[in-house]
């Protein structure tokens, strides 16, 4: 009777922390975000949008790196509240060429070199020495952001108690659609889970291809620190929250 006893207790609890995670915990969210959502007021005007820099980091981008200051430069964004600064880790291709050629056509690019390659973080550090915006955008050479990613990133920081914005980043399958391969189940389950943790307080992590930082509460990174996990703990540690916006979008095209 007691081994009976025991076993049953122990299904029961296996059986609780089998459905928590995937049904109980999502509900819980549910309902909190929706009584205690703590989002505030957006950015409506584009007087209230803070100067962006917008930081790209590259390593040996030469397929890419002409494509992506095009989609940069497309986005919906005051021109005049916008810079792009492209960090060079060291590219041995044409990437330092191809971005010095943007620049002379926009005075808005810089390209920002490291002689020597040292890394995503190192780089990002010496992205934002260089950056003079209030906001500063994160992203890859191969993520193509949709035409208003940036505002969707920025427009919280209206919110003072809000540090960082991350977004979603979804992939390509090299078919027609786009996406797909991020229409699954998990990834959407994924992204409600973000989203609903942020509306009730904060998400923690983000992703290095979309996200957004208010710039004076950027730390500088440890060569081997991950950035887009790293930086937000910091910002969450110092009492500010994290949002997740999923209309705030970037593509990929899955590896």
Not at 28 to 43: E, P, Q, T, V
Not at 49 to 67: D, M, T, Y
Not at 125 to 135: D, I, K, S, T
Not at 232 to 244: C, E, H, N, S, T
């Amino acid at each position: 009777m007691l081994v009976m006893t025991i076993a049953t207790y122990i299904f029961w609890i296996c059986l609780f922390l089998l459905v928590y995670p995937y049904l109980i915990y999502p509900l819980i969210l549910k309902l909190l975000a929706r009584f205690f959502s703590a989002n505030g007021k957006l950015a409506e005007s584009r007087e209230d949008w803070p100067a962006v820099s917008f930081i790209i980091s590259a390593f040996n981008e030469e397929q890419v790196i002409g494509e992506k200051l095009e989609n940069t430069l497309a986005l919906d964004y005051p021109a005049d509240k916008l810079e792009i600064i492209v960090i060079s880790d060291a590219s041995d291709d044409r990437t330092d060429e191809i971005v010095r050629a943007w620049s002379e056509k926009d005075s808005r690019i810089r390209l920002v070199r490291q002689e020597e390659r040292r890394g995503k973080s190192a780089g990002l550090n010496h992205g934002v020495q260089a950056a003079r915006g209030e906001a500063i955008v994160f992203s890859d050479a191969n993520a193509m952001y949709k035409r208003d990613a940036i505002y969707e990133l920025v427009k919280y920081f209206v919110n003072p108690e809000i540090g960082y914005v991350m977004g979603a980043a979804l992939y390509n399958d090299g078919g027609d659609n786009e996406a797909t391969e991020s229409e699954g189940l998990y990834w959407r389950f994924e992204l409600f889970l973000k989203e609903m943790e942020s509306k009730f307080y904060s998400v923690v992590g983000g992703d290095g291809a979309i996200y957004a930082i208010r710039r004076n509460l950027f730390w500088t990174l440890k060569d081997d620190d991950i950035n887009d996990f790293v930086n937000p703990l910091q910002i969450v540690a110092k009492g500010y929250r994290g949002i997740f916006n999923p209309r705030a979008i970037c593509y990929e095209d899955a590896a």
